[in-house]
């Protein structure tokens, strides 16, 4: 045997790391197909509805030749309300596992110091 070889059988390394539930990785998937799916459909129907309510002018240099006219409105429009939509459920979720999630604070934390400083005179 070599000097830094050893008798004993190697164990296999294990880590600390919370580990996310598999769950999670299909909710966060799920939302990142839907978002830009709703933001489609709400991109449709806010169109739709500003064509009968006439609520924005829409500017004749976003409008191109072709089969669809409103191509590049709808692709902005879908971006900004995915955005927003992604956005709400992750204030959604932030809010819930503040509400249900684990405290900050362990029961080996210890508690924080009271001491703010010396006081200074002049």
């Known amino acids: 045997m070599s000097r830094y ?4 059988e190697k164990r296999p390394v294990t880590d600390n790391k919370i580990y996310i539930h598999p769950i999670w990785r299909g909710i966060g998937f799920a939302l990142l197909i839907f978002a830009p799916i709703m933001g489609y459909a709400s991109s449709i ?3 739709d509805l500003n064509k009968e309510n006439k609520w924005i002018p829409v500017p004749k240099d976003l ?12 692709i902005i429009i879908t971006i900004v309300v995915a955005f927003i939509i ?11 596992y503040k509400v249900a999630g684990p405290s900050r604070y362990g ?16």
């Open 5 to 8: 070889n050893s008798y004993e």
């Open 45 to 47: 129907l806010l169109l």
């Open 63 to 74: 409008l191109i030749s072709g089969s669809d006219p409103y191509l590049i409105i709808k």
């Open 86 to 96: 992604f956005l709400l459920f992750q204030l959604i979720t932030f809010f819930l």
């Open 107 to 122: 029961p080996l934390d210890v508690p924080r110091v009271a001491y703010r400083g010396k006081k200074y005179k002049r």
